[in-house]
């Protein structure tokens, strides 16, 4: 079982992983994941080095994108794991401003499906998946 | 009062009865409760089996509502209480796509007030769950001065 160390460094990993997106760091956005981290959005990206360049590519189009501000929002963090490996899930939302309106929507939603692994004792991202319809119960991690 | 592993493993019971739900999974819904459990809803169900029931009607109404891709939120959990007995509360929102407009939004707002109870296992539950969709008063927040 996770002990209260781990769940709350997972609870940042978390954090910073939207804070990075949403500021533009795709450096430490992508140092979110494992060195041989595998991120499967729209599209595969595998290894960090691979990550960061789709990052950069995500924040090249950002200005073509209907709103600004973009925050991408986390909750109901479900997270199982033992040692140095666990798996997690959490929903996601994006909220933006609406470059026309200036209105705040809710623009993207979605549930993540996370692989976790500490790297040099920092906890990863080894592979992250979205999906953006509901997905089946087999989504949520069993409990220890 | 709770020590830090009860308020993880209470946190991650929240969290679940979300995921539970929104997945469709009313069995793993259900055990969300104590087997004499009470979900004090827009109706009264007395017991984890009349629960589970209830949960299923809902899942099978899903296609009739004005809304698809379900999401409940919680926030502003408080619980208080010692190593057997809990008291909580939190926000919750449910967002949704619409059907006709593909549009993301809020569809229900509401505030659950729950009793939580931990079992010989040291698994939490909910002995009683009230939602509301209106804001109570002040005295039914845990630990109120």
Excluded at chain 1, 36 to 44: A, L, R
Excluded at chain 1, 105 to 124: H, R
Excluded at chain 2, 110 to 116: E, H, I, P, R, S
Aim: charged share 25%.
């Amino acid at each position: 079982m996770l002990g209260i160390e781990d769940r709350l460094a997972i609870q940042q990993l978390y954090a910073r992983y939207c804070a990075c997106m949403d500021t533009g760091d795709m450096k430490g956005w992508a140092h979110c994941f494992t060195v041989d981290g595998e991120f499967v959005t729209y599209t595969t990206h595998k290894g960090r080095d691979t990550i960061e360049a789709y990052g950069a590519d995500v924040m090249a189009r950002r200005q073509t994108n209907p709103w600004s501000n973009g925050q991408h929002w986390n909750n109901n963090i479900i997270v199982e794991g033992e040692g140095a490996k666990a798996e997690a899930m959490c929903y996601l939302v994006v909220i933006g401003k609406m470059r026309d309106t200036g209105e705040l929507k809710m623009v993207i939603q979605g549930w993540y499906s996370d692989e976790l692994e500490k790297e040099s004792g920092e906890w990863k991202f080894k592979a992250r998946r979205v999906a953006f319809d509901t997905p089946s119960p087999d989504f949520i991690p069993k409990k220890a | 009062m709770l020590s830090l592993e009860d308020r993880f493993a209470i946190q991650d019971l929240y969290a679940r009865y979300c995921a539970w739900m929104d997945t469709g999974d009313i069995t793993g819904w259900a055990n969300s409760w104590t087997e004499d459990g009470v979900f004090d809803s827009y109706k009264y169900h007395d017991g984890r089996a009349r629960i589970e029931e209830y949960g299923r009607g809902f899942v099978e109404r899903w296609p009739q509502m004005k809304w698809s891709n379900g999401q409940h939120w919680n926030n502003n959990l408080i619980v208080e209480g010692d190593g057997r007995t809990a008291t909580g509360l939190c926000y919750f929102v449910v967002i949704g796509k619409m059907r006709d407009s593909g549009e993301l939004k809020i569809c229900v707002q509401g505030l659950y007030q729950d009793d939580l109870v931990k079992l010989a296992s040291g698994e939490w539950k909910f002995k009683r769950r009230k939602l509301t969709e209106n804001m109570p008063g002040p005295q039914q927040i845990p630990g109120k001065v």
